[in-house]
């Protein structure tokens, strides 16, 4: 597609209730990248893929968090047993071949009550 | 600890005064330094990317420059439309980005 699509674009969900969030990168991008930003925040880096396979996942905050990109193209993230504290916007991005000059989705807002 | 530190939190500024942004880093093994625009409800956009103390980069009314231990985004004669956050961030020897917090700017008309 023309740009990076995430979707939903906002969440609203129970603590203790699994999510799914999806992006849909740019064609033809290899690498996709998920983050999470809270108010007044810059992003945080969560996990990085190359292809279908994470090749950096050090920034999920615990084993609640997962996810995927199965055919190299769109990914789910998906977080369990949500807490309030995961309440934020959670960024995907994506980029030719692992470059930094990234375009990003408007992300999706999490809030979880 | 590698640390991005962005300053003005937020700059107010009337049409046409023109100002500048910081960004001060203490990262080991810096492989780059990049800023990225970011508006309300809207993923982060990228702006530029500068590599090497001295560099320098330009669009339009912004211009980039970089030193060994800081970076300043300069505005100059800036337009209501030029009203954002302005993110910085640095990659590290990993290849992960530390991302600043961000400075708001808002240009009055």
Known sequence: GAGVS????????????????????????????WYRQSLGQGPEFLIYFQGTGAADDSGLPNDRFFAVRPEGSVSTLKIQRTERGDSAVYLCASSQQGGFGYTFGSGTRLTVV | EDQVTQSPEALRLQEGES?????????????????????????????????????????????????????????????????????????????????????KLIIKP
């Open chain 2, 19 to 103: 100002s500048s942004l910081n960004c001060s880093y203490t990262v080991s093994g810096l492989r780059g330094l990049f800023w990225y625009r970011q508006d309300p409800g809207k993923g982060p956009e990228f702006l530029f990317t500068l590599y090497s103390a001295g560099e320098e980069k330009e669009k339009e009314r912004l211009k980039a420059t970089l030193t060994k231990k800081e970076s300043f985004l300069h505005i100059t004669a800036p337009k209501p439309e030029d009203s954002a956050t302005y993110l910085c961030a640095v990659l590290r020897s990993n290849y992960q980005l530390i991302w600043g917090a961000g400075t």
């Open chain 1, 6 to 33: 995430q979707t939903p674009s906002n969440k609203v969900t129970e603590k203790g209730k699994y999510v799914e969030l999806r992006c849909d990168p740019i064609s033809g991008h290899t690498a996709l990248y």
